[in-house]
């Protein structure tokens, strides 16, 4: 009896754990539509959903697999006897009569052949085929989880901007016909222009539908494409051509507010822009640094040798002057962004990452190719540029050591 599941019923489980992820996917959409973001309880499902749909199909490729090597016609081997007979030197031997004897290095002949050929014990030593593709190392994205979320339904995003106020309130006589000072206020119409970012490989038909797990696995590469594109976009992206406008790009630079006694360090750096941001009444919620200026300031120690940040055995998240640390490769080493992420920016969502496939592209259906393409479309809105304060680490140490 084989101990392999039945294969109806796991096209039976297979069919329902396919119900389990088409059912989260509806509830991410409708929380995504009606909440603007994915609750911990929805993901943590849809991985689960995803997980087991992967694993039964896999396992169903697999005894399909195994059927197909049992009922495959075995190559032609020869059997040791044969490989004697037919030895050049035995046949000579029997010729003579058989007097004397004869030795055949038959251990000599077998090994001797590594290939496909008769007598051959190539296909005996094969390799070990590890059944999981090894991946590469995955960056941990940031910065979209860091701003205000929304979405969009038009190519751009148009917002109203206050760009310069001059204040001249003031008391005034409480004599009639006495004249108010009067204020200005100036306003600017910004748009933000929908980008697409998008990127797309080639594949035979023929891989897709024998290796199943194989389209999972350029989808899920293709989703991190974007995403990792996307991540230095809000940071970075230069707000030319095609690219987003980026939060680091749009950001104050750091002027230091005031100057404290000497040696300067980083950590007094992210403390004096976070006032810079105070001052300017618009309360900072995050730091966003390199990881290998997070690891140079979690490793000061006092005279004592003690480190200043944290405790080495404490699994706490990072955190500094009350604010959560978050470390990118995104960021330049040495560069800095501190502030109001959800008051200051805003991402909009034209559309999500999506993955599709098509035989209708070039000469694809004549070489039984196909296309997988990878696209989203997003616009991102820097609302309050002054919100976030930008600056390199050496600068700004030198700036807040010399009186303004």
Known sequence: MSDEPNITQLAADLIKAAEEVKKAAETTNAELKNLGKVTDETKQTADQALVKHNEISARLTEIEQKMVQRTA???????????????????????????????VAVKAIISALTTDANGSAGDLIVPQRQPEIIMPGLRTMSMRDLITPGSTNSNAIQYVKETGFTNNAGTVSETSGATKPQS?????LVTAAVSTIAHWVLATKQILDDVPQLMSYIDGRLRYGLAFVEDNQILNGSGTGTDLNGIYTQATAFVPPTTIAGPVTKIDVIRLAMLQAFLAELPPTGVVMHPTDWATIELVKDTTGRHIIGNPQDGTAPRLWRLPVVETP????????????????????REEATVEISTEDSDNFRKNLVTIRAEERAALAVYRPEAFIKGDFPASITAATKAP
């Open 330 to 349: 995104a960021m330049t080493a040495d560069k800095y962004l501190v502030g109001a992420f959800k008051l200051g920016a805003q991402l909009f969502d």
């Open 73 to 103: 016609e075995p190559q032609e081997r020869k059997s040791v006897g044969q490989l004697v007979t037919e030895n050049e030197e035995v046949k000579s031997w029997i010729k003579s009569g058989g007097k004397g004897r004869v030795s």
């Open 184 to 188: 200005e206020i100036k306003f600017d």
